[in-house]
């Protein structure tokens, strides 16, 4: 079945520092990627998505690029900001006909931005 | 505010309760979700309601019971509860149930936060 995988955090960094958390992905076909966002005390947020390899999903400064031959959605920012501390989960859509709309997550991945 | 809203925020109970979770969208959707939220493990799609029907059920203890009397509103109703289903309990929404993904996107309500004692 459909699975993802984040890198495990905690990840602490620094205010202005450069953010990458790694997603890879095993999923039949050509699935759309997606990452969501959860500040404290909220639900998931869409953060970006991508639909097709090649493709790179951005939104508030973050990128991530569908790279189909490595089954990677690596989210990346250049400059984090004390507000970007929250969770962040990747997630995968299936074929529409086979999955509906299942989204299938990663187990999410804490990030701390400290001044 | 996604649009999406939970009631209580926080619940305690004992293994002994019934209590009942709500979530009411107000994007006018036609799919509504549950999802459980533990610690350090993915997201657990529990139940999908599409146009106020189940399609979704993903083997989810009969202690769980999903009721979606309208497009609007979607409610989890609890009993004899154990320990470990205490979690978060996410409400989303979407368009539809399999619409094409450019329109299909799930929007989450805040959450209620369960504690079974």
Partial sequence: ?115 | ETGVTQTPRHLVMGMTNKKSLKCEQHLGHNAMYWYKQSAKKPLELMFVYNFKEQTENNSVPSRFSPECPNSSHLFLHLHTLQPEDSALYLCASSQEWGGASSYNEQFFGPGTRLTVL
């Fill in chain 1, 1 to 115: 079945g459909d699975s993802v995988t984040q890198m495990e955090g905690p990840v602490t960094l620094s205010e202005e520092a450069f953010l990458t958390i790694n997603c890879t992905y095993t999923a039949t076909g050509y699935p759309s990627l997606f990452w969501y966002v959860q500040y404290p005390g909220e639900g998931l947020q869409l953060l970006l998505k991508a639909t097709k390899a090649d493709d790179k999903g951005s939104n508030k400064g973050f990128e991530a690029t569908y790279r189909k031959e490595t089954t990677s959605f690596h989210l990346e920012k250049g400059s984090v900001q004390v507000s970007d501390s929250a969770v962040y989960f990747c997630a995968l859509r299936g074929p529409t006909e086979t999955s509906g709309s299942r989204l299938t997550f990663g187990e999410g991945t804490q990030l701390t931005v400290n001044p």
